[in-house]
């Protein structure tokens, strides 16, 4: 056995903070709400419903993820955030149409109950939607500093020993890197002085992080992934994390491109169309919103596949992805892939795969569980960027030169050995030459 990490104890109550109070907030707090009850069980959470393998196979000690590591209790979860509009948490979700009204009205005490605090908004970044529930303050610092107070007042009203913030809000417009990201001293004189450069997300961010909350990113938008809030979080030793949950059509992407690689099977192209209906795809009709969540989208393949190490098998492929707003659909998103392939003697073949989902569905346990590790991580001295959380991102963040992992199962195998190297297991290689050795 190898020296445990310390981590202290998840006591008292974990407040949730998110921006966004939309379908898949809504989702996941109706969810919980739902689980203390006994109305449904948290399918798709790791934390609630997973095991990890301890020691050899032969031992067949597989515990609980959530009995094995200290996480909150979802009965000690308590839910808040922003919204650009006015509607409370069940009417939100009444109106996000993803769950059963039937359902809701189980939980409408709970969920009535959680009112939105206005948010920072500006439709220069997210330019199809608008709304009344808006900070109105003069420079974006003096919005960094409203978000700071908003989250001491939630964390005394609800008797709070520690915070979390996920991101759920809209995927802004493309936003380079530039000069005002790389420092400390330069992000701050940008909020100063309303630099269009620093975009909402931004501003949540650096209010969390100066806050001492641990803040997670899911959407493609730059946000937390530069030198200044890098520099911050590491200051102030608070982990952060992201970005893009991993939901729909990538999740199959980094299930799908694995396994032809694995298999060194060639692919000629990969054609992705989706069309979704919530407020996730009104937003994705702008184009500048569309080319942050598309360069997400992208790079997932080359990842996977390293085209320059496999030129025969990869390095000529057409990748090409299309999202489409289309109304009817509301949260019951669609994706088509049709994936042109290679074997033997360069014999073509092909895939197609039609995935109808639900995108809050999909999404809301990969909120919960990001709350719960990253309170774990912060509760364990973990700074900084969480890697190891790479399994729920479509862009994982990594230390600067460091070329993400986007294969799900060996990102799955980095977060379970992360967990044991923090309880002081040994990790599993899955070598398994040791069963197989004479005595």
Known sequence: ?????????????????????????????????????????????????????????????????KDFVPLASLDDIVFGGWDIYTDNTYDAAMHAGVLDKNLLYTIKDEMSAIKPMRAVFDTEYVKNINGENVKKEKTKMDSAKALMADIKRFKSENNCSRLVMVWCASTEIYVEENETHLSIKNFEKALEENHPSIAPSMIYAYAAIKSGVPFTNGAPNLTVDTPALIELANKLNVPIAGKDFKTGQTLMKTILGPGLKTRLLGIDGWFSTNILGNRDGEVLDDAGAFKTKEVSKLSVLDSILEPDKYPDLYKEMYHKVRINYYPPKGDDKE??????????????????????????????????????????????????????????????QTKEGLEPMHDIFLQKIKFENTLRYLKGENLITHLGLDYYEEN
Not at 10 to 28: F, W
Not at 353 to 359: A, E, G, M, P, S
């Open 1 to 65: 056995m190898r020296t445990k990490q310390t981590i202290t104890e998840a006591e008292g109550k974990l407040g949730v903070l998110i921006p966004g109070i939309g379908a898949v907030s809504t989702t996941l707090m109706a969810g919980v709400f739902a689980a203390r009850k006994g109305l449904g069980k948290p399918i798709g959470s790791i934390s609630q419903m997973g095991k990890i393998r301890l020691g050899k196979r032969t031992e067949n000690r597989n515990p609980m993820v």
């Open 335 to 396: 994706s088509w892939d049709n994936i042109d392939i290679f074997g033997w003697l360069g014999y073509k073949m092909q895939i197609k795969v039609n995935f109808l989902c639900k995108d809050s569905i999909l999404a809301a346990p990969v909120v919960l569980d990001l709350a719960l590790f990253m309170d774990l991580a912060q509760r364990a001295n973990m700074k900084g960027i969480q890697e190891w959380l790479s399994f729920y991102f479509k862009s994982p």
